[in-house]
């Protein structure tokens, strides 16, 4: 168990309304990224953490943005919802000590509707 | 061309059988392999982690890297209903920073 919790777990949403999901973890991991899995498309990168304040894009950025305010928090936001953006969303980390290595481990995820 | 492919299945086979999942991909520079399994309304859990080419065993789960045919397997021994779930594979480069690189997954459907 890593330690990774997620919030909400399930969000409903309309259209055009800001969204904000929450990771969480207890051990001080370095890295925390955030993935969304669709069918047919498996898990994509949207951003990943490096550090307190240190972000950087994946490869389906668009429409979101993330913050990294203190080590233990990765946040998510949805600045206007869209339909597209309907998806279970994954935050993982990367254990320290594994950061040359290609170990993940993954919460258990937030399921976005938006209506 | 995607950088991994994986057949998503679906597998369906009897209690007992011999399972074997694979993906492919393209970039010969992927040093590290890692299957998940995923069950339903769960988020992945790292199952089997290999570097570079060779097997890696582990109970009933072994894992094989062939970098020359850039091909991965995961096998399953005397499968269980309990390994009924989604394995998706996954690779990496440290050379190229944080992108890992994931199949979309093959669900299995171990029958008792």
């Known amino acids: 168990d890593a330690g990774i919790t997620q919030s909400p777990r399930h969000k409903v949403t309309e259209t055009g309304t800001p969204v904000t999901l929450r990771c969480h973890q207890t051990?001080?991991?370095?890295?925390m990224y955030w993935y969304r899995q669709d069918p047919g498309h498996g898990l994509r990168l949207i951003h990943y953490s490096y550090g307190v304040k240190d972000t950087d894009k994946g490869e389906v950025s668009d429409g979101y943005s993330v913050s990294r305010s203190k080590t233990e928090d990765f946040l998510l936001t949805l600045e206007s919802a869209t339909s597209s953006q309907t998806s279970v969303y994954f935050c993982a980390i990367r254990a320290t000590g594994t950061e040359n290595t290609g170990e993940l481990f993954f919460g258990e995820g937030s399921r976005l509707t938006v209506l | 061309q995607k950088e991994v492919e994986q057949d998503p299945g679906p597998l369906s086979v009897p209690e007992g059988a011999i399972v074997s999942l694979n993906c492919t991909y393209s970039n010969s520079a992927f040093q590290y392999f890692m299957w998940y399994r995923q069950y339903s309304r769960k988020g992945p859990e790292l199952l089997m982690y290999t570097y570079s080419s060779g097997n890696k065993e582990d109970g009933r789960f072994t894992a094989q890297v062939d970098k020359s045919s850039k091909y991965i397997s995961l096998f399953i021994r005397d499968s269980q209903p309990s390994d009924s779930a989604t394995y998706l594979c996954?690779?990496?480069?440290?050379?190229?920073?944080?992108?890992?690189?994931f199949g979309t997954g093959t669900s299995l459907t171990v029958i008792p």
């Open positions: 996954a690779m990496y480069d440290r050379n190229t920073g944080n992108q890992f690189y």
């Open positions: 051990e001080n991991h370095r890295y």
